[in-house]
């Protein structure tokens, strides 16, 4: 496993559509491994490959609950909305915003073999996993947010 350097904005990369991952093998379990060991260094919550330079359909999420990998990730569902907390990017250090996610979510996708996949996720989870799938249409926080600002600009109310 080896860390990788986390693309920051305005890098052109970050606001391209990512490919499908079409050939499961050792070089995805790569990217995967790395991506991991990239956010748990960073520390976030979650990576997408186009972070870390790489044009794929591959996320790797951590809320605290372990470790989650979905390649080829779609969100077939979204249910609710909210608002809050703030977001926040590994690829936009500095700034977070509030953004309007759908509490209640399904996503699909395959794992790192290529077995399909479905997960519910709500809260957290859910945003993180929409925030992630977000990259990979080259959507960033920013784009989409009610409001962004510097996290000391709250702290001085």
């Not at 052109?12 to 499908?20: D, E, G, N, S, T």
């Not at 790395?34 to 960073?42: F, K, W």
């Not at 997960?119 to 957290?124: F, K, L, N, T």
């Amino acid at each position: 496993m080896a860390i990788r350097k986390i693309v920051k904005y305005p890098d052109p990369i970050l606001k391209k559509k990512a490919k499908p991952v079409t050939k499961f093998h050792a070089r995805l379990h790569k990217l995967l491994d790395d991506m991991a060991e990239t956010m748990y260094d960073a520390p976030g919550v979650g990576l997408a490959a186009p972070q870390v330079g790489i044009l794929k359909r591959v996320i790797v999420v951590d809320i605290g609950e372990g470790l989650i990998e979905i390649v080829n990730p779609e969100i077939i569902e979204k249910v609710g909305e909210q608002i809050s907390p703030p977001e926040g990017c590994l690829s936009i250090p500095g700034l977070i915003g509030d953004v309007r996610r759908a509490n209640l979510i399904t996503v699909v996708g395959q794992d790192r073999h290529g077995n399909p996949l479905k997960i519910e996720a709500e809260g957290y989870l859910a945003r993180a996993l929409q925030h992630e799938v977000d990259h990979l249409n080259g959507i960033l926080f920013i784009d989409i947010a009610e409001r962004v600002y510097r996290p000391e600009e709250e702290e001085r109310g």
